[in-house]
Each structure stands twice: as C-alpha cells, then as structure tokens.
C-alpha cells in the first residue's frame, strides 16, 4: 500500500504499492509497479525504477539514474546523475529473455555511485565502496574501495564518511580500519 505520507511530483508517475514513507518521487521521474522502495528515498527527475528493482531506505537516486529488475540497492546508498545499472549481459532485440535469466546486481549499504558510472549485471559493490564518476563497473567492488576508469579498477579506500584513508587506513574523522581479506575489503578496527 502507498503511504499517503510520500510525495509524488504531479508530473511524476509511481505506480507502486510498496514505497515506504516521507519518500520523494520528483517530476518526470518513473517508478513502475512492482518496485519496492524504502522509507525516505529521494527519487529525482527523470529517473527510472524498474518492476522487481529494490531500493531501500533513505537512498538518494539523482536524476535519469536508471535502475532496472534485478537490482537491489541497500540502505544509505547515493546514486549520482545518469549512473545506469544493467541486468541482461548479452541482450539481443530478437531474443527476448525472460527476467529470470537476468542477473542480480547489489549495492550494499552506505555505497556511492558517481555520475555516469555504469554497473554491468551480476555484480557486487561493497559497503561504504565509492565508485567514482564515469566508472565501468564490470567485477565485485570490496568494502570501502575507492574504484575509477573503464573497467573500473581499485586506487584507493575510502572511509565511511567519504574521505580517501591513507595508508595507515586512519581517516581525520577518527575512524580506523584494517583489511580482513582482498575479497571484502575493509572493516573497522
């Protein structure tokens, strides 16, 4: 059910039944039934939510961001203008696939996506990852990975509240990490 608590654009459209309250749906922006939505999302113009894409609370979805079935985005997630999401690797016009043979996608909590960054399906973005503008994304990105370029590549981490951790891995704001394993990135001292 649609809380009556969220606003919708009187020239946008959300068909769905499962947006979570004090979301924004903006003009022009296109949230399909199906899709599920969190509490305090803000949804900007010209987006794309597709049916059977997640989102979840208080995600920012800056505009003609296009998110499409299959994705999950966890909590706390920033997607910056025009970063797209795919779900079909090897799409043909005359072949038509039905969504189950699409891929997953999920970006988990806290992660920022720059502005027309690309993220090809079946792929993992960690926690607290920051994917820089223009990237292309086309393998697991760990936890708090600062990843740039075509195909995107690790340079760097990132802590929790965005600054780039040097190699001590101590951040200004007086958060610590170290690293578990290369596969998951970081996780707090």
Not at 152 to 169: I, Q
């Amino acid at each position: 059910m649609v809380e009556r608590t969220i606003f919708v654009h009187e020239k946008g459209l959300c068909e769905s039944e499962s947006v979570g309250p004090r979301t924004r749906v903006w003009a022009f922006a296109h949230v399909m039934k199906g899709a599920r939505i969190g509490a305090d999302c803000n949804i900007c113009d010209h987006a794309f939510v597709e049916s059977g894409a997640i989102l979840g609370d208080r995600v920012t979805v800056k505009n003609a961001v296009l998110i499409w079935d299959k994705v999950q985005i966890d909590d706390d997630v920033f997607l910056g203008p025009n970063a797209v999401f795919t779900n079909d690797l090897r799409p043909r016009a005359a072949f038509k696939k039905p969504a189950t043979e699409f891929l997953q996608t999920l970006v988990e909590r806290g992660a920022t996506i720059g502005a027309n960054a690309t993220i090809v399906c079946g792929v993992t973005i960690g926690a607290h990852a920051f994917v820089a503008a223009g990237a292309v994304v086309i393998r697991n990105v760990q936890s708090h990975a600062l990843v740039v370029g075509n195909p995107a590549r690790r340079v760097g981490w990132v802590c929790v509240c965005g600054e780039r951790l040097g190699s001590s891995l101590e951040c200004t704001c007086g958060r610590g990490y170290q690293q578990k394993s290369l596969e998951t990135g970081l996780e707090p001292k």
